[in-house]
């Protein structure tokens, strides 16, 4: 079973900074989500990647395959952006289940 | 926009009881899938369906049923509420096409 990691659990930063999510997971896998929830529970899905980058607005998401490692970057924060970020994996094609990580709890001061 | 609709936000039962978490998707997913989340563990997959009638144990089934009568609809049923299972509880489907996932808004439930 896959086990996926994430750094930091919480992170505290000043509005305007750079932030950076990571995850790592210990088996290959065919894709890695990354989601986001905000506070009163829903989840939203940021990204899926399979390699390489992905852009959307001021979110990007990276994914190392040989490193087995994948990071959330948010460029110029806003106080909107605080929320808890989730990375999840799914391990092969045809595998429907997640495996998800604990969780970064991100909260940007104005 | 896919649309997954779970029945209560909230939820306080007592120790016991059946409870029903319902959950409803209106794009024609065949996959569905309930979670509990839990501080420091992460969302947990409880059970999950591919199909109509069709299901199949998660990681944590133990306590709980599950009712797939309807493509559209998956309820998970704790058959008799204990403390241990006050938690937050996530529908999810599926879209077998691009692997997208549409969570619902979560139940938070309280066992008392």
């Known amino acids: 079973k896959n086990e996926v990691e994430q750094s930091p659990q919480n992170l505290t930063a000043q509005e305007g900074e750079f932030i950076t999510i990571n995850c790592s997971y210990s088996v290959g896998i065919s894709a890695l989500h990354w989601l986001q929830q905000h506070p009163g529970g829903g989840i939203v899905s940021l990204f899926m990647l399979s390699s390489g980058k992905k852009k959307h607005g001021r979110l990007i998401a990276t994914i190392n395959i040989q490193e087995k490692h994948s990071s959330l970057h948010i460029t110029a924060s806003h106080p909107r952006d605080s929320a808890v970020y989730i990375c999840?994996?799914?391990?092969?094609?045809?595998?429907?289940?997640?495996?998800f990580g604990t969780g970064t709890r991100l909260t940007i001061i104005p | 926009d896919v649309k997954v609709t779970q029945s209560s936000r909230y939820l306080v039962k007592r120790t016991g009881e059946k409870v029903f978490l319902e959950c409803v998707q209106d794009m024609d997913h065949e996959n569905m899938f309930w979670y509990r989340q839990d501080p420091g563990l992460g969302l947990r997959l409880i059970y999950f369906?591919?199909?109509?009638?069709?299901?199949e144990k998660g990681d944590i089934p133990e306590g709980y049923s599950v009712s797939r009568e309807k493509k559209e609809r998956f309820s998970l049923i704790l058959e008799s509420a204990s403390t241990n299972q006050t938690s937050m509880y996530l529908c999810a489907s599926l879209d077998r096409e691009s692997y997208g996932y549409t969570f619902g808004s979560g139940t938070r439930l309280t066992v008392v």
């Open positions: 369906s591919y199909d109509v009638k069709m299901k």
């Open positions: 999840a994996v799914r391990e092969s094609f045809g595998n429907e289940k997640l495996t």
